[in-house]
Nanobody
Framework: QVQLVESGGGLVQTGGSLTLSCAAS????????MGWWRQAAGKEREFVSA????????YYGDSVKGRFTISRDNAKNTLYLQMNNLEPEATAVYFC????????????????WGQGTQVTVSS
């Protein structure tokens, strides 16, 4: 069955960095665009970033542009999110996602979700 397993979350101080990973299985990873979303307590799930399946074009939400970098390794079926200069507003559960289409910014267009990994940024 399809599995997306996130790892790499944790507690970090303001200005610190974390790298999230998402290990995918149960589907043809290279045939899907991949992405990251996050959900802070009491808030709606928010688009963070996506990467296309063919030419690996990255897309970012406005709040993370210039600080986060998405990448993928199709040989390892793994998605990454490098997060730098973290701020307390980045505190959330981060979810890995897979898309068969290309509407990356639409929550309803995600085909598969991971369980999420908690990122907490202390001030």
């Amino acid at each position: 069955q399809v599995q997306l397993v996130e790892s790499g979350g944790g507690l970090v101080q303001t200005g610190g960095s974390l790298t999230l990973s998402c290990a995918a299985s149960g589907f043809t990873f290279s045939s899907y665009a991949m992405g990251w979303w996050r959900q802070a307590a009491g808030k709606e799930r928010e688009f963070v970033s996506a990467i296309s399946r063919i030419n690996r074009t990255p897309y970012y939400g406005d709040s993370v542009k210039g600080r986060f970098t998405i990448s993928r390794d199709n040989a390892k079926n793994t998605l990454y999110l490098q997060m730098n200069n973290l701020e307390p507003e980045a505190t959330a559960v981060y979810f890995c996602s897979a898309y068969s289409g290309s509407y990356y910014y639409r929550l309803g267009m995600v085909d598969y979700w991971g369980q999420g990994t908690q990122v907490t940024v202390s001030s």
